[in-house]
Nanobody, 124 residues
Framework: QVQLVESGGGLVEAGGSLTLSCVASGPQFNMYAVSWFRQAPYKEREFVAAVNWSGGDKYYADFVKGRFTISKDTTENTVTLQMNSLKPEDTAVYYC?????????????????WGQGTQVTVSS
């Protein structure tokens, strides 16, 4: 069983930056792929970024490429999402999710474990 706790959300002006962290507890977290999803009010949860079990392969949604960077520290059981050049449309609750295994999914049903979410609000 893996437990995930996100932190780092907050209120920032457009063009600013935030760093989200997802800390995992549980065995063999180094065997898990981790993704960040987000959900804005009245919208479906959408994929943002993912990293594979080793941290070597990374994937991004087109709307965050060049602005967000995902990284995995297997020694600290932490996955970080560095968000730069934030836009008002990035406002959402951000969730980290984990799944054991090699394929990195980009859909919410691909993931078994979820954090509680952290609110990101970008003002214009």
């Amino acid at each position: 069983q893996v437990q995930l706790v996100e932190s780092g959300g907050g209120l920032v002006e457009a063009g600013g930056s935030l760093t989200l962290s997802c800390v995992a507890s549980g065995p063999q977290f180094n065997m898990y792929a981790v993704s960040w999803f987000r959900q804005a009010p009245y919208k479906e949860r959408e994929f943002v970024a993912a990293v594979n079990w080793s941290g070597g392969d990374k994937y991004y949604a087109d709307f965050v490429k060049g602005r967000f960077t995902i990284s995995k520290d297997t020694t600290e059981n932490t996955v970080t999402l560095q968000m730069n050049s934030l836009k008002p449309e990035d406002t959402a609750v951000y969730y980290c999710a984990a799944r054991r295994g090699i394929p990195v999914g980009k859909r919410p049903p691909d993931y078994d474990y979820w954090g509680q979410g952290t609110q990101v609000t970008v003002s214009s």
